[in-house]
């Protein structure tokens, strides 16, 4: 396996978004973000769901399904409110 460098504000960059994409690691966020740039021009859009993000949709739709998410209604009036505001 081969191995590339980063300086150290480069690095921290993506160590954030990893985190906040629900990435295990820096590797493997960095893959995905090379080979989705190499891959660009296909159809196939699988290596779109990693293991990180299908386990986000699981407990989303989990919550969702436990009636713990947010009502149509709910962020309608937040929206309103929000226009209201501006």
Do not use: W
């Amino acid at each position: 396996m081969r191995q590339i460098q980063l300086d150290d504000q480069l690095y921290q960059e993506a160590q954030r978004r990893a985190s906040a994409a629900g990435f295990a690691t820096v590797d493997r966020y960095v893959a995905d973000v090379l080979q989705n740039d190499l891959h660009e021009e296909t159809e196939n859009l699988d290596h779109l769901f990693t293991p990180e993000r299908l386990a986000h949709i699981d407990r989303a739709a989990a919550q969702i399904d436990a009636d713990q998410g947010i009502s149509a209604e709910h962020v309608r009036d937040h929206f309103r409110q929000k226009h209201k505001a501006s």
